[in-house]
């Protein structure tokens, strides 16, 4: 049974940071393109970051400069580290794992506010 668990979302205010992370098990860590997505009520859920088996990264503009996203294969764990965080920012953050097929993590509230 394939799991992600993810951890790290709160309640921030603007130019704070976070670290969010995800544990994953049931699968072969190393060999999935990992990442993260976010999503907003009355929105699609968007690619925030992603990070290859090769270790390959893609940001969306929004993150570009901002978020970091990493992985460690021995710990089947990724993270994303977000820096100067914005209201905007504000969403539900979800972990994802993929290698044809999605699989998803139940999502981590973070909210940026005053």
């Known amino acids: 049974q394939v799991q992600l668990v993810e951890s790290g979302g709160d309640l921030v205010q603007p130019g704070g940071s976070l670290r969010l992370s995800c544990t994953i098990s049931g699968l072969v860590f190393r060999i999935y393109t990992v990442g993260w997505y976010r999503q907003t009520p009355g929105k699609e859920r968007e690619l925030v970051a992603q990070i290859t088996d090769a270790r390959k990264t893609v940001y969306a503009d929004f993150a570009e400069g901002r978020f970091t996203v990493s992985r460690d294969n021995a710990k089947n764990t990724l993270w994303l580290q977000m820096d100067n965080l914005m209201p905007e920012d504000t969403a539900v953050y979800y972990c994802?794992?993929?290698?044809?097929?999605?699989?998803w993590g139940q999502g981590t509230q973070v909210t940026v506010s005053s």
């Open positions: 994802s794992a993929r290698l044809g097929r999605y699989y």
